[in-house]
């Protein structure tokens, strides 16, 4: 793999921190949430700092801008010097410049970031409306200039666009020339490419290097993303509770890490090498799609407007103790595939058996027998619970509805406890007293208590921390393993899709576009689409958990 | 900081978390006020029966619109009633008409609100009809009714609550329709939950903080409508005294007693002033975002 391995001890320093302690008002007395770090960025340098959530990341790049929320978080002691000038000793006022000329920040979400009622251009145009005095066609000229450098297609015709007329890839360029366009000497990106897809994410990645190397900007880049890290880092510093860990140029730190934490952390990072084949199942496949379309109906009563066709013609078979696994961009279908098998929607058209009944167009009443041979597990582990209901409430819901005495269904639920490995007592709290993954292996319990054939995942690990993620994935193989369970995994992530997929089902505008054994299709694509979406992967050629470039054992 | 140096503002704040509701002692003294002045109206008006002195329908030609005097605190009005024991007895009408308009158009409101919500198919044919509902003004509404089966507290109670409801209506569909895109929501169905246990289970307990919020300005608007409703003639029949009434008698007398509209308006703004600040504080506490941005 090729590393970033640039010389920068002649470089000057852009942004020194030392000892930095951010804490909670002095009542609390707990822990600094920012526990005396020390970093330096030089000037063209990208330093990438990596941390599971609640490390400290944003707090860090947060001080950085004086952005701190005030009253409810302080800087307690150390240092912030953005060459030379000391940014913990500045008024507001003068905050203010040096975060529009000095420094700039791009965030995670574009939409939430851009003002949904102004023109982008406008949005652009006004950094330096309200920071420099240059006359308006020369600031016009500025703006076509920066977006000409993002890379935007017609730029005149982006320049008069609303934010929501734009796709995420579009909108995050625009974020970069807005943050850019002033020219800063230090750009703070933090998570700027978790929402995108990963062709987009590799385009804005790239697009970030080159203006770095253009302008000799500083980047710091906050991710979670270890492929994102070995991709564009130069240095990499790794943040554990208001700690920092270790810090390390890339290729020592991928390849030595010294500290347990950096270990742990490379470590859960999922190889996409696919997991070894499983012997081939027995018997007739337990759930069988045959040419399922979804199409959403364009307009109403007086508008016309084009039909979606959501799915096309999507047919699988998955065998009983199998995975399969839906992968796809957003947009692909994927989770109207997984949507249509849980019969939360009705396709247009098609057949779903299972365990040898069309359950496709069956109405309400009839799927109720159905429904409980047919689990699923959400993505967002704070919504998929009711958060008015103890556990124990939601994880007998279904064993009650289909006759179980609430008694016996407690009494199965607490096992149920064990099993995910969480403590029995835990049926009787509520959901905001557990953590995202102790939410989601509920969530795992609450499906799992129906004894279902099929489980569908629908991005059942995608919000989780790689280390929590690693322990939620083991969980599901070990309860398929255990109980036979058939799992449909939706995922966009082809490192999760390796772990645990035994087959694979590549997804583009609703088509399938390859389908076929996991070691096949992830090891020898032969669609020109999975090939981009593999080649997108970040650090795909590193083999994180055990320490080396893959190939190279 | 030690224990017995707590500043002024920190003992009020402790006094208010004697009563241990949570958020109580953040939302300040104001709703604290408020509450208090409600309440003591509230039983006033409930044991008026046993604190008035006088029938409130008792008339004494000898002592029309008379002063205060020993036995009758407020004095009396032109037909020589007792003002005191009519203000007492007519705010037990006033806020009966209150809070059951509130009731009836919350509860109806909550049901039609659901079923919009939920089934797809009823939704644009209730809206439509929920709708129209809402171009009807009350007060005409009212005095329809009353022209229909003569003034009673039926009649009012009708006239308020119907152009109520639908706003109840749209509240509760639109939280609905937020929360059953809930992944909860769709896990339950994945559970083969029935329809009723989604709807009352798990839907109907999203709503009931925005409807308390919205039950308080009923309260209080419905109060003002009877009052406006009784001062044009078109409420309650004048046989029973209420704020509104009280005041539309005391009209003509205005330059010669101004009491007889004073005291009754005075008892309805206070009413309504702390139902009000009771309903605001009501939506800072259950609305968490909100107080946020208030601070």
Known sequence: MLFKSRNFDEAKTVLRIEDLVVSLPPAAKVKPVLNGISLNIRQGETVCLVGESGSGKSVTSLAVMGLLPKNALMVTGGSITLSDTDLLAQSAGAMQDIRARRVAMIFQEPMTALNPVLRVGDQIEEVLESHTKLPADERRRRVIDIMEQVHLPDVERIYRSYPHQLSGGQRQRIMIAMALVLEPELLIADEPTTALDVTTQKQILSLIAELQEKHGTAVLFITHDMGVVAEIADTVYVMNHGDMVESAPIETLLSNPQEDYSRKLLAAVPSLTPRVPRPAPEGAPVLKVRRLNKIYGGGGLFVRRPDTHAAKEVSFDVARGRTLGIVGESGSGKSTVARCIMRLIEPTNGTIRLRDANIAHLSRKELKPHRKHLQVVFQDPFRSLNPRWTVGRSLIEGPVNYGQSPKQALKRAAELMEIVGLPRDSLDRYPHQFSGGQRQRIAIARAVAMQPDVLVADEAVSALDVSVQAQVLELLDDLQEKLGITIVFITHDLRVAAQICDDVLVMQRGEVVEHGPAGEVLGNPQHAYTRSLIEAAPGRSWDFANFRALGAA | ?295
């Open chain 2, 1 to 295: 900081m030690s224990e017995n140096n707590v500043p002024p503002a920190a003992a009020t704040q402790s006094v208010l978390r004697l009563f241990s509701i949570p958020g109580l002692a953040k939302l300040g003294v104001g709703p604290l006020i408020a509450g208090v002045i409600l309440l003591a109206i509230v039983v006033v008006t409930l044991l008026s029966p046993w604190l008035a002195p006088h029938d409130p329908l008792e008339m004494q030609p000898m002592l029309r619109l008379k002063g205060p005097m020993p036995d009758y605190p407020l004095g009396t009005d032109p037909y020589g009633r007792d003002l005191y024991s009519r203000v007492l007895i007519g705010g037990r009408v006033s806020l009966f008409i209150g809070i059951g308009a509130a009731i009836v158009s919350v509860l109806i409101g909550l049901v039609i609100g659901l079923i919009a919500g939920f089934f797809r198919m009823m939704d644009t044919v209730i809206m439509r009809v929920m709708d129209s509902l809402m171009a009807i003004p009350s007060i005409l509404l009212a005095i329809a009714l009353v022209a229909l089966n003569g003034p009673s507290i039926t009649s009012v109670i009708m006239a308020i609550t119907i152009p109520e409801i639908p706003r109840v209506v749209r509240l509760v569909r639109s939280v609905v329709l937020s929360a059953r895109e809930e992944p909860y929501v769709e896990a339950a169905i994945a559970l083969g939950s029935s329809m009723p246990k989604i709807l009352f289970r798990h839907l109907m307990p999203n709503t009931m903080a925005p409807l308390i919020v919205q039950g308080t300005y009923i309260v209080a608007s419905a109060i003002l409508t009877e009052a406006i409703l009784s001062f044009l003639g078109a409420g309650v029949s004048t046989e029973i005294p209420t704020w509104g009434n009280i005041m539309a008698e005391g009209r003509q007398y205005f330059r010669i007693k101004p009491e007889l509209i004073l005291w009754p308006g005075l008892m309805l703004s206070l009413c309504i002033l702390s139902i009000n600040l009771l309903g605001d504080a009501a939506r800072d506490m259950l609305d968490p975002r909100l107080k946020k941005r208030g601070e």
